[in-house]
């Protein structure tokens, strides 16, 4: 496993829609691993490929430090609620602010197998579901903040 090196707000990259995931081998397994790794490393609770300057639909999350979700091509398929909170953002060092997001998702995606999987998650779990996949769209929490703290 290796460190990789986070993408920070001006780096372009961070603007695309990254691209769907069709190949599901060694080197996708790799980048996860790698990815957790750095998320872990920078004491962050999510990461996405783009984050380490690879334009695929894949993220990491870990919001315990124990639990860790690998979502490769996810997609939110239902929403209900709303909860406002602080965020920050490893490509958007010393800036936080509060943001809206549902306070329960359903998110269908792909496991580093290509096995097809299906999770609902609420509260906190849902805001970095929700910030993360915002990445893969080229979208950034800064974006949707509603007050700066």
Known sequence: MAIRQIAKLGDSIL???AKVVTIFDD???TL???MTETMFFEEGVGLAAPQVSILKRICVISVDGKTIYELVNPEIIKSSGT???A???LSIPNRNGVVERPKEITVKYQDRSGKNKEITVSD???VA???EIDH???VLFIDKITSEQ
């Open 15 to 17: 603007r695309e829609k």
């Open 27 to 29: 080197n996708l397994g």
């Open 32 to 34: 996860l691993d790698d």
């Open 83 to 85: 909860q406002k909170g």
């Open 87 to 89: 965020e920050g953002c």
């Open 124 to 126: 906190f779990t849902a």
């Open 129 to 131: 579901f929700c910030h």
């Open 136 to 138: 893969l769209n080229g």
